[in-house]
């Protein structure tokens, strides 16, 4: 592959520039000690240096003064940012002293910025354990947050013809639909009913106000952990995984009216932002916080065993990874913290649970004797009796294989 391919958009925070140059520094901060009578030295190694990555960046165009004055902005922000490096990819640096602007008539139109950037690092963290579900709840709405932001920027019936009204309603009724499915499956209770009969009877309005839709979406999703249990609660919202795979309207090819265009992306924005909810609730579920539809924080899931954890964690980190895929440069970053957030608290659940075993089952027992055995309680016979789906407690064949708890 040819080296320009591989070249990548310049940005800081966002804001987009072309590069004319760069430089890197960086290497070891090394101390030399030199002593008298002595011809050898002496050197201590003190680690690695910061890295620091000065662009010789500029804007051009008739406009070119509001894009200087955006990245200028965006140079001027505090603390650390996202700079998308034509040659090294997507970093996370601070400016490091001042910038330099140079305009000039002769080159019309034109502005030359060269500033130094040097890697962010780590934040210090105090010492302690961190509470169980908090930093997933915070990069949760995050995501949650700017998921809404981008739906409204997408959103638009107002300016197209009434077809595409209309048609937004149609799209609403089936996408709505998916979620209620998914809720009814799982035992949802009255209160999500509720949240989906509001919804539907409101579309005509809702379609107007991109926000209030938005929210309303949101809350039907979350409104899955509503009159059931967190496990079942989980699996109705992975159940909406890649929703937007299913079927719908096709992106037009070739040449096609404003508003057909539109139409599409407007489903588009829809079934998007009903993916990232369905990821963010299901993380909170997972990670022991979830939230209710009227804001308050409920019982998450307890898993019984670390196979059962890590299971989930792997579930719900490739659905994270394919939003990631599809996701815009600037919202990459949030859903990229959830997903670390994730792994990280599920891996600190996972360590204190039982792993799964095998049990080889010679003869046919009852479940209150093979818990007896197993673990010297015979009232965890419910536990086996769950987990391998036994019809008859009284009477387990002999011959199976059972799935157990192992050291529990």
Not at 273 to 282: G, N, Q, T
Not at 292 to 308: H, I, K, L, N
């Amino acid at each position: 592959m040819a080296w320009r391919d591989e070249m990548r958009p310049g940005s800081f925070r966002g804001v987009p520039f072309y590069i004319e140059g760069s430089d890197q520094s960086g290497g070891r901060r090394s101390i030399l000690d030199e002593f008298p009578l002595r011809d050898l030295p002496s050197t201590q190694d003190m680690g690695r240096k910061a890295r620091q990555y000065v662009l010789d960046m500029y804007v051009i165009g008739a406009d070119y003064m509001a894009a200087r004055d955006k990245l200028i902005e965006a140079l001027e922000g505090a603390g650390p940012g996202t700079l998308m490096h034509p040659y090294r990819g997507e970093l996370q640096v601070i400016t490091y002293g001042e910038y330099r602007v140079v305009e000039s008539t002769r080159e019309g139109g034109l502005a030359r910025i060269t500033q130094t950037f040097a890697e962010a690092g780590e934040e210090p963290r105090p010492d302690g354990s961190p509470v169980p579900g908090v930093e997933v709840n915070a990069r949760a709405d995050l995501v949650q947050q700017e998921a809404v932001e981008e739906f409204a920027q997408d959103w638009n019936v107002a300016d197209y013809a009434s077809f595409v009204g209309e048609e937004a309603v149609t799209m609403l009724q089936e996408a709505t639909a998916w979620v209620y499915q998914a809720g009814g499956v799982m035992g949802g209770g009255a209160q999500l009913s509720g949240l989906y009969n509001r919804l539907t009877g409101s579309l005509a309005q809702l379609i107007l106000a991109p926000g209030n839709l938005a929210a309303s979406l949101l809350g039907l999703v979350r409104g899955l952990g509503s009159g059931t249990d967190p496990i079942s609660a989980l699996k109705a919202q992975m159940s909406l995984f890649n929703l937007g795979s299913r079927p719908k309207v096709p992106v037009p090819q070739g040449y096609s009216t404003p508003g057909r265009m539109q139409v599409a992306n407007n489903q588009q924005a829809v079934y998007r932002l009903i993916e990232r909810a369905a990821a963010v609730e299901a993380s909170r579920l997972a990670t022991g916080r979830p939230v209710t539809p009227d804001g308050q924080v409920a019982p998450g899931v307890v898993f019984e065993s670390r196979d059962d954890a890590v299971q989930v964690r792997d579930q719900l980190v490739i659905e994270l990874d394919r939003l990631q895929l599809a996701a815009r440069p600037e919202r990459y970053r949030s859903l990229a913290a959830l997903c670390a957030a994730v792994v990280a608290d599920m891996n600190r659940r996972s360590a204190s649970l039982a792993p799964l075993a095998e049990y080889q089952l010679l003869d046919t027992q009852p479940a209150l004797l093979i818990a007896h055995r197993l673990y010297g309680d015979a009232s965890r016979a419910s536990d086996i009796i769950a987990r391998n789906k036994i019809k008859h407690p009284g009477f387990v064949p002999g011959g199976q294989v059972l799935e157990v708890l192992k050291n529990a």
